[in-house]
């Protein structure tokens, strides 16, 4: 829900800071704001259990875990991926088929077929080092 007079817009994401019960009221923090809700519009906020790589471009997190099945091929756009799996500084997980990497879509953002959309697919799973049986492959990256 947007909050107007507060400038918190819907997909903001902030953290809460401090909860004082005397004042009944809680400081959050949303991008070096503070923002005092009251306990009574806690309603008008929800907790955020993920994030889209849309909205995590620019940011960097400790662990990033990326969904990767053939349901949402249409969503693994080359770039998408990469951005998704750079916002990681120590772990990155892709869970769900490897399949879904090697499928060929047409990318809607220049309108032509992604021709070597199978090709990376398959070089990015033969640099994993970790794979299972049921086609999920995790990398620990450096934390050099």
């Not at 053939?70 to 399949?99: E, P």
């Not at 499928?103 to 077929?113: A, F, T, Y």
Request: aromatic residues 10%.
């Amino acid at each position: 829900m947007n909050d107007y007079e507060k400038e918190v817009w819907n997909g903001d994401i902030g953290r809460i800071a401090r909860l004082d019960d005397e004042e009944r009221e809680a400081v959050l923090e949303f991008d070096g704001r503070s923002i005092v809700y009251g306990y009574d519009e806690f309603d008008e906020l929800q907790h955020a259990y993920a994030v889209t790589i849309h909205k995590s471009q620019g940011s960097e997190y400790p662990c990033v875990i990326i969904p990767v099945h053939t349901q949402h091929y249409m969503m693994l756009h080359r770039a998408i991926v990469y951005t998704g799996v750079t916002r990681g500084r120590k772990l990155v997980v892709l869970v769900g088929s490897a399949k879904a990497l090697s499928l060929r879509h047409i990318d809607k953002m220049n309108g032509k077929q992604s021709v070597r959309q199978d090709e990376r697919g398959r070089e990015y799973q033969n640099q994993n080092k970790q794979y299972s049986s049921h086609g999920t492959f995790s990398r620990q990256l450096s934390t050099e």
